[in-house]
């Protein structure tokens, strides 16, 4: 069974721009969720999201938004990007009644 | 005070010690995740603990509710057990709340 795959795992922005960032689940989960690290903050909930609806969002701006669509494949959007979004971003996937998350390897963003 | 607490900050072993990780958290949960990450990112579940304990191989995990307080052990600790340990809480979604992280380096 293929793991939660991240997609670009390395992307490099200048400030201002925006940026989309995509999670293919695990096969036959249909809960995603996003985090952001940072050396500074740690790790951080960004948002989750169940059967193509939000269900929980974390204290982060309104730039920062996501999606999830019917495949459960989920994506996140980061529009007017500042120097202090650069992150490790990370999405999981869990299975309903699944007792453990499975992480993505992460895209490593670096805005400039 | 942040809501969940991870103590030591850093952990030295020589291989083969027994190691232990403690985490408190501040109000009820519904269930208390052990997460391993290593250099390069990539984050592993250990463990999803709602109550008692749980075992997998020499990883030992504990929880008690009432004292709001979960334990990691590590027995026969190992150096490719050199990785940051991160407890981490939710109410009742995948909404998790981390701890600052126990950096565990093992030396042979």
């Known amino acids: 069974k293929a793991g939660v795959t991240q997609t670009p795992r390395y992307l490099i922005k200048t400030r201002g721009q925006q940026v989309t960032l995509s999670c293919s689940p695990i096969?036959?989960?249909?809960?995603v969720s996003w985090y952001q690290q940072t050396p500074g903050q740690g790790l951080q909930f960004l948002f989750e999201?169940?059967?193509?609806?939000?269900?929980n969002k974390g204290n982060f701006p309104g730039r920062f938004s996501g999606r999830q669509f019917s495949n459960s494949r989920s994506e996140m959007n980061v529009s007017t990007l500042e120097l202090g979004d650069s992150a490790l971003y990370l999405c999981?996937?869990?299975?309903?009644?699944?007792?453990?998350?499975?992480f993505g390897s992460g895209t490593q963003l670096s805005v400039l | 005070k942040n809501e969940v607490e991870q103590s030591p900050q850093n952990l030295t072993a020589q291989e083969g010690e027994f190691i232990t990780i403690n985490c408190s958290y501040s109000?009820?949960?519904?269930?208390l995740h052990w997460l391993q990450q290593h250099p390069g990112g990539g984050i592993v579940s250990l463990f999803m603990?709602?109550?008692g304990k749980k075992k997998h191989g020499r990883l030992i995990a504990t929880i008690n509710i009432q004292e709001k307080h979960s334990s990691l052990h590590i027995t026969a600790s190992h150096p490719r057990d050199s990785a940051v340990y991160i407890c981490?809480?939710?109410?009742?979604?995948?909404?998790?709340?981390f701890g600052t992280g126990t950096r565990l380096q093992v030396f042979p």
């Open positions: 999981a996937s869990s299975a309903v009644g699944g007792e453990k998350l499975f």
């Open positions: 096969s036959g989960h249909r809960s």
């Open positions: 603990l709602s109550s």
């Open positions: 109000v009820g949960i519904s269930a």
């Open positions: 981490a809480v939710s109410y009742n979604t995948d909404k998790l709340i």
């Open positions: 999201y169940f059967s193509e609806t939000q269900r």
